[in-house]
């Protein structure tokens, strides 16, 4: 993989194809090969990019003392796209569409379509009153820093993965996987504090000029329901694909249902 160097960052990324860019951004205890069948497809008609996050592949990781920000890790997504030229797609999944949110809102009107599924972003739960489902992602939150913090990284792992694909996720997982699955759950300490603390609103969801669509699974955890309804209610401009079924994990593991909706989208006329 390319490594583009930033300042003092070193940012790793898949890229194939030309024409019309489209960044592809991974969920938490992921990385960018999550996109490869689908850059795959994307490739003929675009140039995609897949970058890895903090902590991900060789992509720096995160060392400041002070707590991440969603616009620390939008950063690594525009530096990538500085020297691009036309528009800018961007595509996230979980709280890579938290990053691709907040990265829409800093590149503005250069960004073209924006792609959402199931963003994870519990600031607005925060901000509107929904304590109960924030509360439910805080002691998720808390879970994985407690444990993590002891250095019992596969139960924080166990509890994260549980949550995300199904209870007895974790201990149906082949060993080499759960291994895999506890090396990267220490990144989630700090995209927890990001998107936790994030302070815009959904008023700036409304104003953005991008043509957005968010796609959830309607058998979801609680929070990403109720963050879908607030945008719902705020966007009614947007385009909500409902999907039943998948779960939370959908771009990974079911893909034939997710990526052909994405594809469509990108390709419609605003």
Request: proline content about 6%; some cysteine; charged content about 25%.
């Amino acid at each position: 993989m390319p490594v583009f160097s930033k300042g003092d960052k070193r940012i790793d990324y898949l890229e194939e194809g030309t024409g019309e860019t489209v960044v592809l951004i991974h969920s938490s205890v992921s990385g960018n090969r999550q996109w490869r069948p689908f850059m795959e497809t994307l490739k003929r008609d675009y140039r995609v990019i897949a970058p890895n996050l903090f902590g991900y592949g060789e992509t720096s990781a995160w060392e400041r003392d002070e707590q991440q920000t969603l616009a620390d890790q939008a950063e690594l997504v525009l530096a990538l796209c500085e020297e691009t030229r036309g528009p800018v797609h961007l595509v996230g999944h979980s709280f890579g569409g938290a990053v691709a949110l907040k990265a829409a809102s800093l590149l503005g009107e250069r960004v073209g379509k924006l792609v959402l599924f199931e963003p994870m972003l519990p600031h607005l739960l925060r901000q509107n009153g929904r304590h109960e489902a924030y509360g439910e992602s805080r002691e998720l939150a808390e879970h994985v820093k407690s444990f993590g913090g002891s250095g019992d990284w596969p139960t924080a792992a166990g509890r994260f993965a549980d949550y995300w694909l199904g209870d007895g996720a974790w201990a149906g997982m082949p060993e080499k996987r759960q291994a895999a699955f506890a090396a990267a759950i220490p990144c989630c300490v700090h995209e927890f504090d990001a998107i936790l603390e994030e302070a815009s609103t959904v008023q700036m969801c409304r104003s953005l000029p991008a043509a957005t669509m968010v796609m959830h699974d309607t058998g979801t955890r609680r929070p990403i329901l109720e963050i879908v309804g607030i945008l719902e209610e705020a966007c009614p401009h947007w385009s909500f694909e409902k999907l039943s079924g998948p779960g939370h994990m959908a771009p990974l593991t079911h893909p034939e249902l997710v990526n052909p909706a994405i594809g469509e989208f990108l390709r419609r006329r605003r």
